[in-house]
């Protein structure tokens, strides 16, 4: 078990290390997070829906989309000068590298959300109030089984002829309850509601979170095993 | 008993048979070389020989037991592609330092200035990979195969893009490597490198042994003869 956290901490380091040389995938989600807030400042009707009925499905779609691009960025990386045949060759037990994977791209897909969260506010001029720590808490539910998800099919859709084309194809359909659920808390934590009042949704996170980080990181091994 | 030992190795993709049943066995302390032309199956063979390929049918065994039940056994092995294994954004010292904790050695970053060190690349060692030449960025994929001091050796094209003092400085690591009764396979187009260090030399020709025996002292009789035998 130790070794399992040694080794996929030097994943995770080395993957945080090459980005912040690189600075490709992480500049570039945030940039097009940016860029989606402001399209959609602009492009809604004020006149039309309220600002508070449609802001959480354009965050979370923002967030999402946003995040798919540090998704393709985790295994496009290894591709180059075929650097995941070097882990593969050492002893180190595959499930360190999803272990690896998934925290690079938890802190990602992290900074992406908070980044992200206060441009929100400033497009859609949503007040936050009290609905912050709920937020938060229901960030961290949404993020930690999606990016589960996010990077088993991430090392899946590498191994394609068109990984940066598949990626979204295979992993949007898994990621309809955690974006549906998130949106639903976030829409009655902005609309004053309190956080406890959300337990149903909530459930919903914590059992996808536990489903699908268990079935990652079990099928994960014979993903990258050829 | 051999080190590493492979029968009835088959591999195919698709409708393509790229190894038909080849056997291979490497004495500790030796070095064979495997020659042939392009598409005959070397580096698949190589990759079958470290673990990254499946084979279709047959089985590896090193130090008699099977590489693929035993997953530890990959720490003993080292392996240089055709590709680096490298980062480009990160530096050598960065790439073997995180190459020396997948392999658990202790004290990452010295065993990793030594590697460094041992194909005398210590001035450039905390340039960019992606900043160095094609032999330099060779020399530190080579440091990575030999960092964690593998008992076998598994090297396809080891000598692309090396100048002739850096060509000279890796057979003196392989000279050294054998000395500690590593086993070595070196697949090559170039045989003279590596000839006189050489134990065995095969000759691969459509998944096939051709020509599997003794080192002969005489490398151009040897390549008229192997010549003849590549086939068109």
């Known amino acids: 078990m130790i070794d399992l956290l040694r080794h996929g901490l030097a ?42 009925d449609l802001a959480p499905s354009i965050l979370w779609v923002t967030i999402t989309f946003a995040s798919m691009l540090t998704f393709n960025r985790a295994f496009a990386l290894e591709k180059e000068n075929a650097a995941l045949d070097g882990i593969l060759l050492s002893p180190m037990p595959r499930g360190a590298l999803f272990l690896g994977k998934y925290l690079a791209n938890l802190a990602f897909v992290a900074t992406v959300t908070a980044i992200t969260l206060p441009l929100f506010v400033l497009f859609f001029n949503v007040s936050l109030g009290g609905a912050l720590p709920g937020l938060l808490a229901v960030a961290v539910l949404a993020i930690a089984g999606f990016v589960a998800v996010g990077t088993v099919f991430s090392a899946m859709a590498v191994r394609t002829r068109f990984a940066e084309l598949m990626l979204p194809v295979l992993l949007l359909p898994f990621l309809v309850p955690p974006i549906m659920a998130a949106v639903q808390v976030t829409s009655r934590l902005l609309a004053g509601r309190p956080l406890l009042e959300q337990a149903a949704w909530l459930k919903i996170l914590g059992v996808y979170d536990v489903v699908f980080l268990t079935l990652s990181a079990m099928i994960f091994p014979a993903l990258v095993d050829e | 008993m051999p080190l590493l030992a492979a029968t009835g190795i088959e591999r195919s993709f698709g409708s393509a048979r790229v190894l038909r049943g080849v056997d291979i066995a490497v004495e500790p302390g030796t070095l064979q070389l495997i020659l042939g032309p392009n598409g005959a199956g070397k580096t698949t063979l190589l990759r079958i020989l470290a673990g990254l390929t499946r084979p279709s049918a047959g089985r590896v065994v090193l130090d008699g037991s099977s590489l693929r039940e035993s997953p530890a056994l990959r720490g003993r092995i080292g392996f240089l592609s055709h590709q680096s294994l490298l980062y480009d954004d990160l530096t050598p010292l960065e790439n073997l330092e995180f190459a020396a904790r997948l392999y658990e050695i202790a004290a990452p970053r010295e065993a990793a200035r030594k590697a460094i060190e041992s194909v005398g690349l210590t001035d450039r060692m905390n340039d960019p990979v992606r900043r160095l030449s094609r032999g330099m960025v060779q020399r530190v994929a080579i440091a990575r195969a030999l960092i964690h001091e593998p008992s076998v050796l598994l090297l396809d094209e080891p000598f692309t893009g090396l100048d002739p003092r850096a060509a000279a ?24 490198d590596a000839w006189s260090i050489a134990s065995r030399v095969g000759l691969l020709v459509r998944g096939k042994w051709v020509i599997d025996e003794a080192r002969p002292a005489d490398l151009q009789a040897f390549m008229s003869r192997a010549s003849g035998a590549f086939g068109d």
């Not at chain 1, 912040?20 to 006149?47: G, K």
């Not at chain 2, 057979?171 to 003279?192: F, M």
């Open chain 2, 169 to 192: 400085r890796l057979v003196e690591l392989l000279s050294a490597r054998l000395a500690t009764h590593c086993g070595v396979v070196l697949v090559t187009h170039s045989p003279a």
């Open chain 1, 11 to 52: 994943i995770a380091a080395k993957d945080l290390r090459v980005e912040l040389r690189s600075r490709t995938a992480l500049v570039t989600a945030i940039a097009f997070a940016a860029l989606v807030l402001v399209i959609f400042n602009f492009a809604r009707d004020p006149a039309g829906a309220r600002t508070i």
